[in-house]
């Protein structure tokens, strides 16, 4: 068949089964009001968890780092990318980990896919919670290694995946993890998994996007939540959430960290982080360490909402962070009471089959520090309204 014929027939059936994506294009700055079509929107699908998107520290950072190194980084890392300000905001990054050294990419996605391919071999064996981000499983489809799947957060499956496999596989092995699952907002148990992976002498990776800024007593994410600091052997993360910007990176021992400059494809063939983001970085990452307010105000703001859907009988599934999927259970109960959402201006996004099982979709409500009380009690009234309504209809 044609490729033009084929896609438009793919996009067609995407449609018809009420899963093509409408993008939403946005008229001013990230916070807790956006403007679509010149309306204004309560914002509650931003991983903007501490509203530093839009804050003035970051701003005032980006457009002093573009009157002093202008935009375009020119290169990659490798040829003449290289900029003093990478290495500073990677030593400030490493020393808020409390790790070795780290290196920033263009984004955590790109953090996955140059790492794990990297650092694997044909004789490792990568063994991967089911619900890993897509960005682990394209960097594990990329590595030659062998590879696993046990059972989300289940330790036992863990266990016993190693257990087979520790005697048989001659490489190493990489037990690799997101610190915080997106669609359900609960937390992997890095104390646990650390545990295994010292008894059967592997490796571990936590992928921290959503840990960030969240969890650890100034946001420095899973490990630190759990007290983890040098156990855990290779932290991923993202800048694109709570820190504001975008971009990603990786911590780790500088051994690691130092081959990765001269093997991975992605430092090797794509050019560098863009120097103001590195800049505007360092900004927030000493904000972070100043100031536990933001993240304090994020938690009040989550404990606000989620005590009043669960005191009133609503299910908000396993969460155990700002995420908060409201479960409405079947799709088209997703997709009607986002659309009636819309319409009451209020952004939300839903997630439904296949992001999720059937019969799992939900409204991923996503908690920032910028909210204020009176707007979460507005998205709580409206949200649980809604869905009583639609219910009730449902059942006629
Ligand atoms: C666990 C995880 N890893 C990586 C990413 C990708 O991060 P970025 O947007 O910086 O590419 C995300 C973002 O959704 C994520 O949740």
């Known amino acids: ?6 896609l438009e027939k793919e996009l067609k059936i995407r449609k ?90 263009q984004s955590g996605f790109q953090a996955n896919t140059g790492l794990i391919p990297t650092i694997t071999t ?13 960005s682990i499983i394209d960097g594990i489809r990329l590595s030659k290694a062998k590879r696993a799947v046990y059972k989300h957060c289940d330790m036992e ?25 997106s669609m359900d907002g609960d937390i992997a148990p890095l104390d646990k998994i650390s545990v295994l992976a010292k008894k059967y002498n592997a490796y571990s990776i936590v992928d921290d996007a959503h840990g960030e800024g969240v969890l650890g007593p100034n946001g420095q994410g899973s490990i630190a939540h759990f007290g983890l600091e040098g156990k855990i052997d290779i932290e991923v993360g993202t ?31 794509s050019s560098s982080l863009q120097t103001g983001i590195c800049y ?7 904000e972070m ?43 088209a109960i997703a997709t009607e009471l986002t659309k009636i959402l819309f319409e009451k201006q209020i952004l939300v996004s839903p997630i439904i089959y296949p992001t999720v099982a059937k019969g799992k979709a939900r409204i991923r409500l996503m908690i920032s520090s910028l909210h204020s009380k009176e707007e979460l009690d507005k998205v709580y009234k409206i949200i649980t309204e809604e869905f009583e309504k639609i219910k009730t209809k449902g059942d006629k």
């Open 1 to 6: 068949m044609d490729l033009y014929n084929r």
């Open 239 to 269: 800048l694109s959430k709570a820190y504001g910007l975008v971009g990603g990176f990786i911590c780790g021992k500088s051994v690691l960290i130092e081959y990765l400059k001269q093997k991975s494809r992605v430092f090797l063939f």
């Open 157 to 181: 499956d863990l266990e016993k995946i190693l257990k087979e496999n520790s005697n048989k596989v001659n490489g190493n092995i990489f037990i690799i993890t997101d610190g915080v699952f």
């Open 289 to 331: 360490q100043k100031s536990n307010e933001r993240i304090k105000k994020l938690w009040e703001n989550t404990k606000h909402i989620q005590n009043k859907f669960i005191e009133n009988g609503y299910s908000i599934g396993t969460t155990k962070t700002p995420i908060t999927p409201f479960m409405v259970g079947e799709e």
């Open 122 to 134: 044909e004789e490792d064996l990568i063994i991967s919670d089911e619900l890993n981000h897509a």
């Open 16 to 105: 018809e089964d009420k899963l093509y994506n409408i993008i939403k294009i946005l008229e001013g700055a990230q916070s807790d009001i956006v403007k679509i079509n010149n309306k204004d929107f309560l914002n509650m699908c931003s991983n903007n968890y501490l509203g530093f998107a839009n804050d003035p520290i970051t701003v005032k950072a980006i457009k002093e780092a573009v009157d002093k190194y202008g935009v375009g980084p020119g290169a990659v890392r490798s040829i003449s990318g290289s900029y003093s300000v990478h290495s500073e905001f990677e030593r400030v990054l490493a020393d808020f980990k409390k790790s070795e050294d780290a290196l920033v990419v």
């Open 280 to 286: 505007a970085g360092i900004k927030i990452v000493k």
